[in-house]
């Protein structure tokens, strides 16, 4: 799902996070996330949060969609969708941004899209929602 000119399809990702998010198992919390995660090669990836009765064992939406990502072969992010119902939208919590981090050479160029069904966004840069972060390139 990619333009041939390398531009993404906004409502199209909208809308595949939006369903990516009425798959999410989220028994215990009820709080149902979906992402629609685009590939350095326009390549998407959907996610939902899976929830776990051992509660620590939850795993976040965004986590998964890279976990897809990186068995499909590819390295680098260029995009996610992260869809929720709160108002505003959530954004994603402190242990995705540092996943996502992981696959952002330039985290700087990195969109992070939060929609919800009513319509309403909010954009950053992954550089802007985790600045400073630690990467491999720290460990020497
Ligand atoms: N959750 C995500 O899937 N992504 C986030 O960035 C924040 C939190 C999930 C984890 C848990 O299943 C539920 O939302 C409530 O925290």
Partial sequence: MSAA?????DAALVARALAARDLAYAPYSHFLVGVALVADDGTVFDGANVENASYG?????ERNAVAR???A???AIRAVY?????SPPATPCG????TLLEFAPDPAAVRVVAVNP????AEWTLAALIPAG?????LG
């Fill in 5 to 9: 000119d390398g531009r993404d399809d």
């Fill in 57 to 61: 064992l939850s795993i976040c939406a």
């Fill in 69 to 71: 990502m990186v068995l």
């Fill in 73 to 75: 072969g590819h390295r």
């Fill in 82 to 86: 992260v869809a929720t119902t709160t």
């Fill in 95 to 98: 242990m995705c941004r540092q």
């Fill in 118 to 121: 009513a319509g309403e966004r």
């Fill in 134 to 138: 630690f990467t491999g390139a720290q």
